[in-house]
């Protein structure tokens, strides 16, 4: 199978690459810019299967193809996860957020292989995804929680946020006045409303801020462990699956 990345941050697609060598499949190029990837598709042979980013340095992924008339079945990276998903809905074979989790890497390489391979390939329409992708960086990402509390409601800015966790079935917001919150939602939802650029789910339990990381310790089995300001109750381990990714994010 042909594979190629197109992903304007290396250490990212690096990262990719090394979870797509776990699967068993091999990259062959690796581009970084909508300029390269044009000059790349206009000398070679389309791929079976792009890994694009919908974000590069210089434009939207999706001006390649303006000159481009694309041949290979798509599979979408990004951190906006509502732009993604309007894409997703237009044809393309699936969509990954970053930071990608394994399983679901799976999942799509997965799909892709599942389809009929005599069916053609997906014709998507860039030109209607570009129109629906206006300004994606400028996606609004929480900026306070409403905590009920009796019969008041208490407003907690996201810079107050220390970390959120789970347990026992709720999820809690901890600040960095040593303050513990049940919140009305999951980490999993939350990782769709944070800034992924400033927040990082460290593990199933813990979904933690970059400036509340007082110090990062090596721990047992390749894991790494992170001492918040306050926050004792538990231990706050970057699973092992999740280190080289933490890392990047760290930059």
Known sequence: MNIIIIEDEKPAARLLQRKLDKLGLKVNTMLHSVEESIHWFNDNPHPDLVFLDIQLSDGLSFEIFETIDIKSAIIFTTAYD???LRAFKLNSIDYLLKPIDEEDLLIAVNKFKSRNSSSPNLSLDFEMIKKMLVNPIDKTFKKRF???????LKMIAIE???CFYSENKGTYLHT???RDYLLDTTLEQLETELDPAAFYRVSRKFIIPLKAIK???MHSNSR???ILPTYKDDEVIVARERVN???D???
């Open 146 to 152: 409403t905590i009920k509390m009796g019969q008041q």
């Open 176 to 178: 960095f006045d040593n």
């Open 249 to 251: 994010w760290l930059g």
């Open 245 to 247: 990714d933490f890392k």
């Open 160 to 162: 107050e946020v220390e």
């Open 82 to 84: 509502e732009y993604a």
């Open 224 to 226: 790494l462990k992170v």
């Open 215 to 217: 110090e990062i310790q």
